[in-house]
């Protein structure tokens, strides 16, 4: 049985909560002021027509980029807008946040707002019934099904979507449906109070935070290190104060080394790149002459590699190299191999295509920024270690 602990920790001084199994560290999470998923009151600053994009000041010193495909008119609340009105300059607008600024680019903004409680997330843009990945597939079946009929007249004006969340599969059956439609009923009240609320406000309210109101800020990051033990299996943990003894400090600079050496011998290169990531899988020192050898190596680095993927919260495009191997069914076996492994991940991650030459490709969703990303953002003089 695997032995699992929760760390609440500090890097550099950066609070942290992290999640060991078998002393292995397996999830990080940083406390540290965000604002991916926070709804404002914003208003238009200037329309870029060839860029088809309006820049929407937030709040007194930050404006996002907000895409003008598919505007959710409901979210523009100076005035109502038809079918063929189009946003301009100085219109007052409710936007969430959906990706933090990084370097040159700009915070990413939309109209598709969503609240989220413990079990469902609700969507004022979107429409339909959908559930966690997560969910074993028989059961999103029946919670799709039953909850499209129970939820008809919420979606009857298709501006709702429902998202059933990965909690709700640990709830009992007797009372699953009874609990799941209190919590839609209560994020959709939400979200209503939310549109009425932003028409009394002044321009750059925060609105709705993300990370919740909780009086101890660790608390939303340990719930996440919670929901990641229960995907994989596990409900059986403690919660510790880091006392030094669990080497997080080591662990989290291990993860900004360029190369990771595997058990067998074997090594990856990570390259953290502005457009992709490259990941490089190397034979080394493992044992050369087994006619084996390359399936064994490749299936020891997909596990590690989805790890370090997890760990360095490597988004956007993924190219990864592993090494050749001449028999089909080796192939198939480490694509079903990765494919698991992406479901297994919190954050959605979708096995693409092999290249012509050889190069698997995945796309993980961007939900924050990268490890490295974020303890720059903390002003430490932290660069990839070339080892």
Request: proline share 1%.
């Amino acid at each position: 049985m695997n032995q699992a602990m929760i760390i609440k920790s500090k890097y550099n001084g950066i609070p942290l909560v992290a999640a060991l199994i078998d002393d292995k560290l397996e999830f990080i999470s940083f406390v540290r002021a965000r604002e991916t998923g926070n709804i404002y009151l914003g208003r238009v600053d200037h329309i870029v027509k060839n860029l088809n994009a309006a820049f929407v000041r937030y709040s007194e010193d930050k404006i996002g980029y907000l895409p003008m495909d598919n505007i959710n008119k409901a979210c523009v609340i100076n005035r109502s807008l038809s079918d063929t009105d189009k946003l301009r300059a100085q219109d007052e607008i409710i936007v969430q946040v959906d990706s933090e600024a990084i370097k040159t680019k700009k915070t990413k903004l939309t109209t598709t707002i969503s609240v989220s409680g413990k079990y469902c997330v609700v969507t004022l843009g979107r429409n339909g019934v959908g559930c966690s990945l997560k969910i074993e597939d028989s059961l999103r079946r029946i919670l799709t099904e039953v909850l499209k009929e129970k939820c008809k007249d919420l979606l009857a004006d298709n501006t709702i979507g429902i998202l059933v969340r990965t909690d709700a599969a640990y709830l009992k059956e007797d009372e699953r449906f009874d609990i799941l439609m209190e919590d839609i009923k209560k994020q959709y009240d939400r979200l209503q109070e939310l549109i009425k609320c932003g028409r009394t406000r002044t321009t750059g309210t925060l609105l709705y935070c993300a990370d919740g109101d909780s009086d101890d800020p660790m608390d939303p990051h340990i719930t996440r290190a919670v929901n990641f033990l229960r995907s994989h299996g596990i409900d059986s943990y403690d919660i510790k104060e880091d006392s030094g003894i669990w080497g997080i400090g080591s662990k989290i600079q291990e993860l900004l080394k360029s190369r990771v050496w595997l058990k067998s011998g074997a090594y990856l290169i990570i390259e953290q790149l502005e457009s992709f990531n490259a990941i490089d899988v190397n034979t080394g020192k493992a044992i050369q002459g087994k006619n084996d050898i390359s399936e064994k190596v490749n299936l020891e680095a997909a596990k590690e590699i989805m790890r370090q993927i997890r760990l360095r919260n490597l988004t956007g495009m993924i190219l990864i190299d592993f090494i050749n191997m001449k028999n089909e069914e080796s192939n198939e076996r480490l694509i079903s191999e990765v494919k698991n492994l992406c479901r297994l991940d919190p954050v959605h991650t979708n096995f693409i295509d092999v290249t012509g030459l050889g190069i698997m490709e995945l796309t993980r969703n961007k939900n924050d920024k990268s490890l490295k990303e974020i303890l720059k953002d903390e002003s430490l003089d932290v660069d990839i270690i070339k080892q």
